[in-house]
């Protein structure tokens, strides 16, 4: 929480009302009962007040992410646009904006909405599917996954795009199984393990049976059993043998598990389970180890350890950005 130079302290609720409104009261035209309601609310405490104004402070301090949230243009405010003759081109092109910034929003609060879009099957974030592929082989996409598979007499094929799914894959010797994602191809017969993308590597955990890890920039690869995993980047790949594929599988099971985890790498994980972005305001933050086991699909509990453990301040704008600082 913050404190006031009345020495008193400003709730978290009275925080994330003051983020809400600031995000309303940014988005122009603001309409009179909006902004009645706003006065209404600041009213009711001298601690709105000043709440909102801390609130607008952050922004103003927050450069890069501003910056970043800026390309969407939804918190500009109108431009005054030149007298138009003809209504219908007025409205035309007042319509055509509006697509332009919805669309930039979506795109800025949610980066995989097209991937997923044109996916064959996809997962949103907060959310996973369960799905059976035509072979009969079981998949379980994560939060904020997309696939698509190409079968054929002779092969089956699975690319991923993005996020992380498991497979329990169908036995069938005639028809080996392939996925492919980033910079790794994982050939199986039948198996079970986890293929899973971020920025710069692909992990690969094996849960049960075999699997041939290959690089799409090497001709390096690597056979994993049963508990092995390997991450795999354009320059090698690591086979790891540690004993903690459990842990690595945890996602599976509806788990987040950390064990001294870099901060930037729980908000990451955390990305995958909560709408909109999420917002670290100093770089220097970002190693800061955290710990604890929580339930995937209560990203709140995670945000509370922050708080509580971390010392941090957590302010969420439900459905568009969470900013985290200290």
């Known amino acids: 929480m913050l404190k006031t130079n009345s020495s008193e302290l400003l709730t978290d609720a009275a925080i994330e009302d003051a983020a809400q409104w600031f995000v309303r009261m940014s988005t122009q035209p603001v309409s009179a009962d909006v902004q009645q309601s706003f006065q209404a609310w600041l009213e009711q405490s001298p601690m709105h007040e000043l709440a909102y104004q801390q609130t607008a402070q952050l922004w103003t301090d927050l450069k890069a ?39 930039s929003t979506a795109l800025w609060r949610d980066a995989g909405l097209i991937q997923r879009a044109f996916a064959e099957y996809a997962v949103a974030p907060g959310t996973y599917s369960e799905l059976t592929l035509s072979d009969g082989s079981r998949v379980y996409l994560d939060g904020d996954s997309a696939i698509n598979t190409n079968f054929s007499d002779a092969e089956r094929n699975v690319e991923l795009i993005r996020g ?13 199984f392939n996925v492919n994602g980033g910079t790794t191809s994982v050939h199986v017969l039948g198996t079970a393990f986890a293929v899973e993308l971020e920025p710069d590597v692909t992990k690969v955990t094996v849960e049960r049976g075999l699997v041939a890890v290959h690089s799409k920039d090497r001709t390096d690869t690597v056979r994993l059993e049963a508990g092995d995993s390997a991450t795999v980047t354009k320059d090698r790949i690591e086979q790891i043998r540690d004993g903690n594929a459990e842990a690595r599988l945890a996602w599976r099971r509806g788990l987040i598990m950390m064990n001294q985890t870099p901060l930037k790498a729980v908000l990451q ?14 770089k220097e933050l970002e190693t800061l180890p955290v710990s604890g086991v929580f339930q995937a ?30």
């Open 65 to 103: 992410p501003a910056r970043e949230a800026a390309k969407s243009g939804w918190h500009r405010k109108r431009q005054q646009r030149p007298f138009v003759r003809k209504q219908f081109a007025k409205w035309s092109s007042i319509a055509a904006a509006a697509v332009v910034v919805l669309t």
């Open 164 to 176: 992380r799914a498991w497979f329990d894959v169908t036995r069938n010797e005639n028809r080996p």
């Open 269 to 282: 994980e955390l990305g995958k389970y909560t709408a909109g972005r999420i917002i670290l305001s100093d």
């Open 297 to 326: 699909q209560d990203p709140d509990a995670v945000f509370d350890a922050l708080r509580s453990t971390l010392n941090l301040t957590v302010v969420r704008v439900p459905g568009l950005m969470t900013i985290i600082y200290r």
